[in-house]
């Protein structure tokens, strides 16, 4: 079955404790990207990556890394997490020629206390 | 730069209903649209799509027609049912912009009452 699976799922943490959320895809697609959802903000984009070994910023990358040194996975790391990086964080994949048209992962909710 | 305005929600309907979301966008170059939807718990998925003026996208009885003059994409559907229950964003990519940068509005709530 065609996917983009996330783990975990459910993450509760605290401030300053290092994690890596991992983003997975079986469909050989060149594109992934990085979003969190909140509240009255609807979906903002923190990374993307158009192929391996090339990541450029989105609209809010602060307190965010990401590598893609392999065609399926696409990690976000938060090396210092803070509260107010709590969210709702979707990974997706697509096509290189066609990255509009994205499939997206089920979701981690991510809560820093 | 490039930005998606959509009509704030919650919308209720009752089944049956006619629906419309208005979606408006700015950008520099030639953008794609999108409408992807959102069900309770679970990840977006792609609704509909049209690439350029004039293309009308369908799909699962919504469509939204791409206007270049008025800088909209509404969504529409003639008869709505409980299952569409969900939130709609309306998105955008520019690919004479930055290349890889989906632009989304805030989302709209919908629901539809039996």
């Known amino acids: 079955e065609a996917q983009v699976t996330q783990n975990p799922r459910y993450l509760i943490t605290v401030t300053g404790k290092k994690l890596t959320v991992t983003c997975s895809q079986n469909?050989?697609?060149?594109?992934m990207s990085w979003y969190r959802q909140d509240p009255g903000l609807g979906l903002r984009q923190i990374y993307y990556?158009?192929?391996?070994?090339?990541?450029d910023k989105g609209d809010v990358p602060e307190g965010y890394k990401v590598s893609r040194k392999e065609k399926r996975n696409f990690p976000l790391i938060l090396e210092s997490p803070s509260p107010n990086q709590t969210s709702l964080y979707f990974c997706?994949?697509?096509?290189?020629?066609?990255?509009?048209?994205?499939?997206f992962g089920p979701g981690t909710r991510l809560t820093v206390t | 730069g490039d930005s998606v305005t959509q009509m704030e929600g919650p919308v209720t309907l009752s089944e049956e209903a006619c629906l419309t979301i208005n979606c408006t966008y700015t950008a520099t170059g030639y953008p794609s649209l999108f409408w992807y939807v959102q069900y309770p718990g679970e990840g977006l998925q792609l609704l509909l799509k049209a690439t350029k003026a004039d293309d009308k996208g369908s799909n699962k009885g919504f469509e939204a027609t791409y206007r270049k003059e008025t800088t909209s994409f509404h969504l529409e559907k003639g008869s709505v049912q409980v299952s569409d229950s969900a939130v709609y964003f309306c998105a955008l990519s520019d690919r004479g912009g930055s290349q890889g940068n989906l632009i989304f509005g805030k989302g709209t709530k919908l629901s539809v009452k039996p």
């Open positions: 997706a994949s697509s096509l290189r020629e066609s990255w509009g048209e994205q499939y």
């Open positions: 990556s158009m192929n391996v070994e090339v990541t």
């Open positions: 469909m050989n697609h060149e594109y």
